[in-house]
């Protein structure tokens, strides 16, 4: 690296630095009384510093978006910076490259082995994350509000949470007084996840089962079982692949049909949430067979998630 680009970097470094300090102080102390400690300090807001970065309790989480220009010494440079300007000792700082399109299939793939976890609270629920092993922690920051919602919606319902990941929204909704919840992932290691987060939040697994499964296989099975929900939420992938199977998920062209599965199990009047953070999506909600079909972006998009050039999810509530 030639001195010119090491000063270059150096300039960027102290530049996103400030930003993310000063974003801190705006931040903390509010999130502090709400007992929010996952939040967004940074998100490419300045268009040359290709970064995002996440505040866990202590830990910093510093992803840069990867493209062919990368080089190894950039985030390294950035990551120092910015654990300096906020106090962060250099143990509690996680390096991570994104990537875009059907590349994001890497994001769930593990980056390393530790198993080391921390706690972090949101609101009065306690959930474990991973910053060390994935890109993804396991606390998904933009669906707090999401999550609310939920929570408010949930009482004396039978729930079903479809790609559940670690279980946060089953957890809201168990606590929110759900009759009973239903979450399902194809991954083992996302189903003992969730099991350790209902654990930690009294979430008893008699009234709120675990599957592990692939989507579709649930939803094909469960349309002749007689259990029938209330109060869905789907948050799948943008893409996956199942090797075994053979089968492929692309959510532009397979969400109405997935959408059209989930409806088939709820009762008549149930609310289906359905989210994506492709940022090419198309939707074709208007031919799926619903009573109000509804996009709630604006109001499930947190405060320290907004961003002036794209959305960090999109989410409509569907009524069936």
């Known amino acids: 690296m030639s001195e010119a680009q090491q000063d270059h970097y150096r300039e960027q470094a102290e530049m996103l630095a ?21 939040f967004r300090l940074y998100d490419w807001d ?6 995002v970065v996440d505040w866990y309790a202590g830990h910093l989480v510093i992803g840069e978006y990867t493209r062919k220009q990368s080089t190894p010494q950039w985030l390294p440079m950035m990551g120092a910076a910015v654990g300096e300007a906020l106090g962060v000792p250099p143990e509690n700082i996680h390096l991570k490259a994104r990537y875009y399109g059907k590349a994001e299939g890497r994001r769930y793939e593990r980056i ?5 976890t921390i706690t972090v609270s949101e609101r009065d629920f306690k959930f474990i994350v991973n910053p060390w092993d994935y890109v993804d922690t396991g606390l998904f920051g933009d669906h707090r509000n999401t999550r609310q919602m939920v929570r408010e919606m949930a009482a004396g319902k039978e729930f079903l949470n479809l790609f559940c990941y670690t279980g946060t929204f089953s957890c809201y909704a168990a606590r929110g007084g759900a009759r009973s919840t239903v979450s399902v992932d194809r991954s083992k290691s996302a189903i003992q996840w969730a099991r350790r987060n209902f654990a930690l939040n009294e979430v008893p697994e008699k009234e709120n089962r675990l599957i592990q499964a692939h989507a579709f296989e649930f939803l094909s099975a469960a349309r002749g079982k007689p259990q029938r929900f209330d109060l869905a939420v789907v948050d799948p992938p943008s893409f996956y692949t199942i090797e075994k199977e053979g089968e492929s998920f692309d959510i532009v062209a397979d969400h109405l049909r997935l959408l059209t599965d989930v409806a088939a199990l709820m009762r ?6 359905f989210s994506t953070n492709h940022q090419s999506f198309t939707d074709q909600l208007a031919l799926l067979k619903a009573s109000e079909v509804e996009e709630i972006t604006a109001r499930t998009i947190p405060e320290d998630f907004l961003h002036k050039r794209k959305r960090i999810h999109r989410c409509w509530r569907i009524v069936v």
């Open 112 to 116: 390393d082995h530790t198993d080391r």
């Open 18 to 38: 400030n930003k993310v300090k000063k974003r801190y102080r705006h931040l903390r102390k509010r999130f502090e009384r709400e007992h929010i400690e996952v």
């Open 46 to 51: 300045i268009p040359e510093i290709r970064a």
């Open 268 to 273: 008549p009047g149930g609310t289906i949430f």
